[in-house]
């Protein structure tokens, strides 16, 4: 059973930062964007499989991640539901996964999203409106969300960057979403979703122009993340 009020690692996060610092050099920059409360939708870019642990541990606020249904799949699938993240199905319409993210959402908790729907180049060329739906059924801005540095150029969709690489993570300026009443046509979630990905796309190059970072690029031919 999916339970959205297990707040993310709780008191465990300072430790699992500690522990991945050991690691990799991960920095946080504009953690003062974040929203210190209220309803958040956080919306990243997604280069790499450790992006999802990155976004849990490191987030300014305790951030409940819409993960793809396999991760739950076997003993990683109890620990992902105990630090409250949500299954969703990719492959299909799922509504209980929408309902599970707007009951965390009026409790005042944080959702994220990967709105390109799978690991690859981070550039946002696919951009699906899962962020944008679920802030005008809400009201809650958008916060979106960099990764940097979590997936080396060519590398495959699972593979990991080496002990010591900088990884950055971007928060951006948060886009402000009014609450629309039912209903909401395909044509409003999809212009919403159009302004959204421009913003996010401005907030990426601002990133890439401070840390002076690139994108890794397309996964290897024939390594899709399914």
């Known amino acids: 059973m999916r339970h959205p009020t297990r ?11 500690w522990l991945i610092r050991r690691w990799y050099d991960v920095r946080v920059h504009h953690p003062e964007r974040f929203p210190a409360t209220g309803p958040v939708v956080v ?17 300014p606020r305790m951030v409940h991640a819409l993960t793809k249904e396999e991760m739950f799949e ?3 699938g109890g620990l992902l539901r105990v630090v409250g993240q949500i299954p969703l199905d990719r492959l ?15 409790a005042g908790g944080a959702i994220g999203v990967f709105p390109e729907g799978t690991r690859g180049s981070g550039e946002l060329e696919t951009f699906r409106p899962g962020a944008a739906y679920l802030a ?5 801005p ?9 997936r080396e150029p060519g590398g495959s969709s699972g593979s990991l960057p080496p002990r010591g690489s900088r990884i950055d993570m971007v928060v951006g300026r948060p886009f402000e979403v009014a609450r629309h009443p039912w209903p909401r046509t395909v044509e409003q979630v999809g212009a919403m979703n159009a302004l959204l990905r421009r913003h ?12 002076g970072r690139t ?5 290897p031919t024939k390594d899709p993340d399914d």
């Open 74 to 76: 076997g003993p990683l």
């Open 215 to 219: 994108l890794p690029g397309p996964l």
């Open 92 to 106: 299909h319409p799922d509504p209980l996964a929408v309902r599970t993210s707007l009951h965390v959402l009026e």
């Open 43 to 59: 919306a990243a870019n997604h280069i790499g499989v450790i992006d999802g642990p990155l976004l849990a541990i490191f987030a």
């Open 136 to 140: 005008m059924v809400s009201g809650a």
């Open 142 to 150: 958008v916060v979106p969300m960099v990764f940097l540095g979590s």
């Open 200 to 211: 996010m796309r401005d907030d990426l190059r601002s990133a890439l122009n401070e840390t």
């Open 7 to 17: 707040w993310l690692l709780h008191g465990g996060r300072p430790g699992a930062r």
